[in-house]
């Protein structure tokens, strides 16, 4: 378990224990994954994981669209008080709600953004998008497909609207890794391992691209060079660097593309992590990606080819000068921020 993962359980415990953020009802232990815990509420109350002033908006985006909860239940946030999901409808819901306060808030920590047009969740992208990246069908925003955690329309002072895609974290020890590289179904896993990223044969090297069914069609390889992803920075070392972090990244710069090309009136789409400052952990690159960059961010902005790169920004940087009301003070108690 990551570190700040475990500081952030006693003390999301304490703040449903003592604050006026949850009912009486919700301050009792909940399961979790078949285990009672204090840091989760009951299942029954796991709408009070999600801030008072927009659970009732932000419940009826989430079912009118269709949009699934991670780790929840049926139309239900997930009842887990470190849920990323969760923190991020918290403190962006409310934003898209008052894009006034949305612009003063995100300025920050988007270059250049003077209006927010329109804020999203779990956003996949336009028509198409799942064909294009080959991922399989039947899922929706939120499961079983590339979904950006939310997306943010803006106006620069030329009155350019640009988009920029928004991946949340809060607890996350690590970016999301390959599935295809732990899947039970790939057994030859050793060739990931191994395989040479100046000679790859996708079809014949990733489980992912193999085409034996749907699960395994994906289409990411074809289009790494048109997203401004070189591989020539891998050298010849071995491995494929998309079994890790990378993997994450590298879907979430393929939606971008996609979307750049495909919405109309769109100046520009980037992507950018916000994140807590004191999750580290989540920025450390792993052993065969250190030699790239000091960060996770660092070594991916490293094997770009274009002018956009990663961004990483705190929320402590979003608030620094936030003006106190409800949604803020939520904030500062929930999350201590």
């Not at 699934?68 to 819901?93: E, M, R, T, Y």
């Not at 030859?188 to 395994?216: F, N, S």
């Not at 069609?217 to 997203?227: F, G, K, M, P, V």
Request: aromatic share 12%; charged share 25%.
């Amino acid at each position: 378990m990551g570190q700040f993962l475990e500081a952030e359980k006693p003390k999301q415990a304490a703040v449903k224990a003592s604050s006026s953020c949850f009912t009486e009802a919700a301050r009792a232990n909940g399961f979790y994954r078949g285990k009672s815990y204090q840091f989760c509420v009951p299942q029954e109350r796991a709408e009070e994981n999600l801030f008072e002033g927009v659970r009732s908006a932000a419940l009826d985006y989430f079912r009118r669209y269709g949009i699934g909860w991670h780790d929840g239940i049926a139309d239900k946030p997930s009842n887990h008080l470190c849920d990323s999901q969760v923190c991020c409808v918290n403190f962006l819901f409310p934003l898209r709600e008052d894009l006034g306060k949305a612009a003063s808030i995100l300025a920050k920590g988007i270059p250049g953004l003077r209006r927010v047009l329109r804020i999203e969740f779990e956003y996949t992208g336009p028509a198409g998008a799942t064909e294009w990246l080959g991922e399989p069908p039947g899922g929706k925003r939120g499961q079983y497909r590339t979904s950006i955690d939310s997306a943010v329309w803006w106006e620069d002072e030329e009155k350019k609207t640009r988009l920029t895609l928004v991946e949340w974290k809060y607890t996350e020890q690590w970016f999301g890794g390959c599935g295809g590289y732990i899947s039970k179904g790939n057994n030859e896993r050793d060739r990931c391992e191994r395989v040479e990223m100046q000679c790859i044969q996708p079809k014949v090297d990733c489980y992912l691209a193999t085409q034996r069914d749907p699960q395994t069609s994906r289409r990411y390889w074809e289009h790494l060079r048109r997203a401004g992803i070189s591989l020539k920075h891998f050298g010849d070392s071995s491995g494929c660097p998309f079994r890790g972090p990378f993997y994450q990244l590298m879907r979430q710069r393929l939606l971008a593309e996609y979307c750049r090309a495909n919405l109309v009136g769109i100046e520009s789409v980037d992507v950018t992590v916000f994140g807590f400052r004191g999750n580290q952990e989540l920025l450390e690159p792993p052993a065969h990606l250190a030699h790239l960059g000091d960060t996770v961010i660092s070594a991916w902005n490293t094997i770009l080819t274009t002018t956009s790169p990663l961004r990483h920004v705190t929320v402590e940087t979003l608030l620094a000068d936030a003006p106190s009301d409800d949604w803020r003070e939520y904030i500062r108690q929930r999350y201590r921020v």
